[in-house]
Structures are given as structure tokens and as C-alpha cells.
């Protein structure tokens, strides 16, 4: 198992966001979260690289442990975080060359020697299949690259670093389908390397590229499966209503 | 929520229950013309079997409008699924009763040698199968799902009476063949009719449970 968790609770302040979240997910697969908006999916996601240690009044009870290692107990945040990687909705590439943006990750862990960053540049762009299309322009601003393009140059600054997860909150949903598309293989195409986390408010996207599902509904997993389970015969009703787009 | 989309699902059900009721009367005409040498009966039996195929056509552009713009998932998908399925053992029943009255065409004016008691029993059996396995989709009802398959062992024996019956007709005169062939060709495409029925049926089980039949339950998706 690459995540374990076991009875998550968090709270912002007096609002309970997650209740009792137990699921182990597993490594070099696709984990897809589904529910709808404010069911606690993306705070889940945060609380696996402690993205919420950073909202004041939050608290979180129960463990989540990486390769067995508890997140929360002594380990060192930053290497947590880059051990497990994040893309968000909106591309979100920094005001700086495709280059760099790149290299500003292995940089911060100290690696300095042209060459090694030449490599890790090449290599992150080339697994984020954006390397043909970038290659030419790698000292110009990543601004200047179409949105699909820029989160997929996100992704590849997400691997530079050499990540065992990534996690990736609603990634396509700014993007075009086309653009959609290639992040939908290239996350099938990473899964070979990475374990994926993904929260998406897609279903078509869910049971395209996932191989578990877990549906969230207030705070609560109320169905964890495989996806294909999920989507052909969900075993509770309020997962069914939801996923048929009857829910309410 | 999704009202469009549930009006739509529920034109899908009207549409089965009036290719069922279509195919039934055709099953009931291609027994009137065998039974009772009435040509009008088996012309008329022959003619249905355009606006069976046209039916299928319908449902199945349908279920693929369906598929296309509302994208359905869990018992929605089974649903769309299972009723294109149906639907080509529908119009292959309503081949087949085409198919008897071209039979019983071809025997107006001719005596029969035989007694066809066995035939009107299948005819009957199986009409009511598929009626059944129709109500059965559109109720979500399996236990008459499971009526419906078990009833084929019926149609089944029969079958089985029949052929014996020809193979002593057969037997007692050589000369009897040409009609015994005959006579054989309606019980199959009967017991055929029974068979497609059954499909339909399983079909039917699958759109409630997600599970084919004689799956077991332990093997449940993802357990």
C-alpha cells in the first residue's frame, strides 16, 4: 500500500470536513475521489501532503501513513511533499522560463550542476509528454504556453523532483478536450511510474483513467471500489444517485 | 433531476411494451394461419415483420441517442445495455413467426395428416414467455424474469413430443415425410421463439442485478 488511512477526522475550526475516513490505496494505480462540491474530496487530498497544515483552525485526528510512515508524526514536511507531488485545477506555472520553472524544484533540494538539471529538465518534460512541443522554447515564459500546455508543464515540474504520488485536484476542468485528453493518457501513462491520487468532477474521466473510485458525501467515503464496480453496479444507493445525476 | 433524461427512459420502456405486443400478435397470427389453414392471418404475420424490423430500428437509435447524449452509468447503462439486446432477440422472434406462416402459406389447401395439438401449446407458452419477460423489464421484476426462463424446460418438452411424433409419422409412412418436415419446422422455430424469450429474460436479470445469469453471487464486480 502506498497510502494508509485509518479513521480520518478533520475539522476547520468547528465544521467537521472529514468523518472517520479509512482506505488504503494502492501503489502504481489510479485512485479517482467523486462526490459533490464541499464533500471533503479535495481536503482529503491536501491532508495527504499536509497542504492543510497551512489553514489556520484546522485539526486532524486518526493516521494516514506513507509506505508506513506516519505523515503527521515526525516527518520532515518538505521531503513530504516532495515525495508526494500536487497539480491544481488551474495550471498554475510560474512567471519565469519553461526551463526554469522546471528546474525550480530540484534547485530548492540543492541540486545545482547544469548538466544533472539538464537532464531532470528533459527527462520531467519528456514523461509529462510536452517535452516535442517545448523543447524549442525552453528559455521563453512558460506563460506563454496554451493552458493544456502550461498544466501539463505543472505535472512535469511535479515529477522534476522525483515524486512517489501525485496528487491532482480537478486538473482538466479548465481545459479543452483536447487538452483533456492528453492529460487523461498521460495519467495512465504515469501510473506505470507514480500512484495517482485524482479528484474529479468527471465522471466519463473517472471511469476512463481510474482503477479505484471513492465516493465522498458530506465528509464520508460512502463507497471505495474498483471503478468498474462503481460504475456498473454501485452497492449503495446515494453513490448511484450521484454517479446517474440523480442525486438530491 | 434529469427529468429529460428519465422521460426519455420511459419512452424506452412504451416502446419494448409495443414491440413486445407486436410480436406477440404475431405469433398469435402465425398460429391462427398454421392451425387453422387462414392465409389472411399468415400474410398479415408476414407484412408485421416490416414494422418489427422498423420498431427495432427505432428503439435502438434510441438507446444510442441515449448512450451518446446522456453518457448513463450503473442501472442506467444496464438498462440502455439490456434493451438493445433485447431487441434483436425481439425481431428474431418476429422473424420466426414470419417464417411459420410462410410454412403454413405453403400448406393451405393441403390436408393435414397430423394432429397438431402441440403446436398451439408452444404457440401459447411462448407468447405468454415473451409478454412476461417484457413486463418483467419494465416492472424490475425478477421473479418473473426467473418464471420466464424456467418456463422454457416446458417449451422444451414439447419441442421433444413433437419430434417423436414425426419420427413415427415418418416411421408409419415414408410418404408422411414432406409434412413431417413441415410439421418439425414450425416446432423448432417455436422452441426457437421460446429460446429468444429466455433471452430476454436474462437480459432482463442482468439490468437489475448486473450480474448474467448463472453468475454466482459471490462473484459479484469488485467483491
Redesign the interface.
Known amino acids: 500500500m502506498k497510502f494508509v488511512l485509518s479513521e480520518v477526522n478533520l475539522w476547520y475550526n468547528d465544521f467537521q470536513a472529514l468523518q472517520n475516513v479509512s482506505m488504503d490505496i494502492k501503489a502504481n494505480e489510479v485512485t479517482a475521489f467523486i462526490g459533490p462540491s464541499g464533500c471533503g474530496k479535495s481536503t482529503l487530498i491536501k491532508s495527504l501532503n499536509r497542504m492543510n497544515d497551512l489553514i489556520e483552525g484546522c485539526k486532524i485526528t486518526g493516521f494516514i501513513q506513507l509506505d508506513g510512515e506516519d505523515v503527521y508524526g515526525s516527518m520532515d514536511v518538505n521531503l513530504l511533499r516532495k515525495r508526494v507531488g500536487m497539480v491544481f485545477q488551474k495550471p498554475n506555472p510560474f512567471p519565469m522560463s519553461v526551463y526554469d520553472n522546471i528546474a525550480f524544484g530540484p534547485r530548492t533540494h540543492g541540486i545545482k550542476n547544469k548538466r544533472e538539471l539538464d537532464e531532470i529538465v528533459e527527462k520531467s518534460l519528456h514523461d509529462a509528454a510536452i517535452w516535442d512541443e517545448v523543447k524549442d522554447r525552453l528559455k521563453k515564459s512558460a506563460l506563454g504556453l496554451s493552458g493544456g500546455q502550461q498544466q501539463r508543464l505543472c505535472i512535469a515540474r511535479a515529477l522534476s523532483v522525483s515524486p512517489d504520488v501525485l496528487l491532482m485536484d480537478e486538473p482538466t476542468s479548465a481545459l479543452d478536450p483536447i487538452s483533456t485528453g492528453k492529460i487523461e493518457d498521460l495519467v495512465m501513462e504515469l501510473k506505470k511510474n507514480y500512484t495517482v491520487i485524482i479528484v474529479t468532477h468527471n465522471?466519463?474521466q473517472a471511469?476512463r483513467i481510474s482503477d479505484k473510485t471513492a465516493f465522498f458525501l458530506l465528509g464520508e467515503v460512502i463507497e471505495f471500489?474498483?471503478t468498474?464496480?462503481?460504475?456498473?453496479?454501485?452497492r449503495d444507493k446515494r453513490c448511484?444517485d450521484y454517479?446517474?445525476?440523480?442525486?438530491? | 433531476m434529469r427529468s429529460k433524461f428519465d422521460e426519455q427512459l420511459s419512452q424506452l420502456n412504451d416502446m419494448l411494451v409495443e414491440m413486445g405486443a407486436m410480436i406477440e400478435k404475431s405469433i398469435k397470427r402465425a398460429t391462427e394461419a398454421i392451425v387453422n389453414h387462414n392465409k389472411k392471418m399468415a400474410k398479415k404475420a408476414i407484412s408485421h415483420d416490416k414494422d418489427i424490423d422498423q420498431m427495432e430500428k427505432e428503439i435502438e437509435a434510441l438507446c444510442l441517442r441515449l448512450l451518446l447524449k446522456q453518457q448513463p452509468v450503473a442501472r442506467d447503462l444496464r438498462l440502455i445495455s439490456a434493451a438493445l439486446k433485447m431487441i434483436t432477440d425481439m425481431e428474431r422472434i418476429g422473424d420466426q413467426a414470419a417464417d411459420i406462416s410462410e410454412i403454413a402459406k405453403f400448406l393451405i389447401g393441403k390436408e393435414y395428416i397430423i394432429n397438431l395439438e402441440n403446436i398451439p401449446k408452444m404457440a401459447e407458452l411462448t407468447a405468454k414467455m415473451v409478454t412476461e419477460s417484457i413486463d418483467a423489464f419494465v416492472k424490475r421484476d425478477l421473479e418473473l424474469a426467473q418464471k420466464v426462463i424456467d418456463d422454457d424446460d416446458a417449451v422444451d418438452e414439447l419441442f421433444d413430443k413433437v419430434k417423436e411424433d414425426v419420427i413415427k409419422l415418418i416411421h408409419d409412412n415414408p410418404d408422411n415425410g414432406e409434412q413431417a418436415i413441415d410439421y418439425m419446422m414450425v416446432a423448432k422455430y417455436f422452441e426457437r421463439i421460446g429460446d429468444h424469450a429466455t433471452n430476454i429474460a436474462e437480459w432482463v436479470v442482468f439490468s437489475i442485478t448486473g450480474r448474467h445469469v448463472g453468475e454466482e453471487i459471490s462473484a459479484d464486480i469488485g467483491s
Open positions: 465522471m466519463q471511469t471500489g474498483d468498474d464496480q462503481i460504475f456498473s453496479m454501485p448511484e454517479i446517474t445525476g440523480r442525486f438530491g
